[in-house]
């Protein structure tokens, strides 16, 4: 991911020294026009519908216009010869030929181009839905970007403290793509909570190459729960989440399904014992809403938000969990928002969390 990034930053500090200074507000007679862009369909039930539920919000209160970007796929027929980023700047571009000067830039993806847009375009707001950390690396944010990174460890921690508790075969499963940060971040913290419910318990974790196929993870769904014993599945899969959900179904009683994002227990209702929601809604809302109504963007850094902020939580249903595990959840909520738990995001802290249990 980082080969071409400091050429790139390079490239673009040299270019903005005959720029005037990016600009970091939205000034009072300038007429907004916000973009959004996905990588996939908007209606995923999750993540991305969230995102767009959080910038039509922002579009009714404010009666700004919203426009919709889902990135053409890759490779184009007739353009072979253009590479991936090629095409997602294309896209990028052809929103802001439409007048698009808030942007808001779905997924880690865009992390490193979203560099490239801000030093290009200084008079343009750009927001990046799951930044990689720029600080890790020593990159300076661009006064019109914002880093945007959630503590998802955080909600999949109770997500696999309640698993590990509903579990009657001691085996759960969690299911994602490739290895990417902030996916990641939702499996060490789903292993952490299912090891503090229950040292002996095992999570079975499985990969997918393609977030869109519904059908792959149907199919790899139906192992886990047949083939590999798991009880319970933990999808962070994006589109392909789905599939879990109808394998779920239609293997019935005693196959769970925890739902990501939103409350998706209404896609299985017999099956879903709770849900971890990552309200990026939320966030984009109340971020945009600021610079809204203070006619100023707080651009040039990252902003980290979890259960503190309201943004990352869990459903607690007691019809389905019960009361005594409720209150459980709502005692480790607590916990961790006063930081008495720390919940680890990566293996080697995971590996601290085990030894001092």
């Known amino acids: 991911m980082f080969k071409n990034l400091c050429f790139v930053i390079l490239f673009f500090l040299f270019i903005s020294c005959a ?16 973009g959004i862009v996905a990588e996939t369909d908007f209606n995923d039930k999750g993540y991305f519908q969230s995102a767009l539920d959080g910038a039509m919000k922002v579009r009714d209160e404010f009666g700004i216009k919203l426009i919709t970007k889902v990135l053409t796929p890759y490779p184009i027929k007739g353009k072979e010869i253009m590479t991936e980023d090629e095409v997602v700047t294309e896209d990028v571009y052809d929103l802001q030929k439409e007048g698009a000067n808030f942007v808001w830039l779905i997924g ?3 992390s490193e181009l979203s560099l490239k847009f801000s030093y290009e375009n200084p008079s343009i707001c750009y927001g990046i839905i799951d930044s990689f950390d720029y600080n890790e690396h020593d990159i300076r944010v661009p006064k019109n970007s914002l880093g945007v990174r ?3 460890q955080e909600g999949s921690f109770l997500a696999g403290y309640v698993a590990a508790k509903m579990s009657r075969r001691n085996k759960i499963g969690f299911l994602s793509g490739p290895r990417v940060e902030h996916i990641e971040n939702f499996l060490v913290g789903f292993q952490a909570g299912a090891f503090y419910a229950n040292p002996r318990i095992r999570v079975v974790t499985k990969r997918l190459f393609n ?22 599945i933990f999808p962070v899969a994006g589109l392909a ?26 896609l299985a209702t017999q099956n879903v014992i709770t849900s971890v929601i990552k309200d990026v809604g939320k966030a984009i809302y109340n971020l ?21 902020e309201g943004v990352i939580d869990i459903i607690k249903d007691p019809d389905i969990i019960g009361d005594e595990l409720v209150d459980e959840l709502v005692k480790l ?18 590996d601290l969390f085990k030894s001092k249990l």
């Open 108 to 110: 880690t993806r865009y």
């Open 19 to 34: 720029k005037s200074e990016v600009s970091s507000y939205l000034s009072s007679g300038e007429k907004v026009i916000m």
């Open 288 to 308: 945009s809403a600021d610079a809204m109504k203070n006619k100023r963007f707080e651009g040039g850094h990252i902003v980290e938000q979890g259960l503190k």
């Open 150 to 152: 959630f503590k998802a």
């Open 333 to 350: 909520q607590n916990n961790i928002m006063e930081k008495e738990l720390i919940v680890p995001a990566t293996k080697y802290e995971f």
């Open 241 to 266: 989440s789905l599939g879990v959900f109808d394998a779920a179904k239609e293997l019935g009683s005693g196959r769970y399904v925890i739902g990501i994002n939103q409350d998706q227990s209404y």
């Open 211 to 232: 977030l869109s196929d519904k059908n792959a993870s149907k199919f790899v769904a139906k192992h886990m729960y047949v083939n590999d014993g798991v009880d319970v």
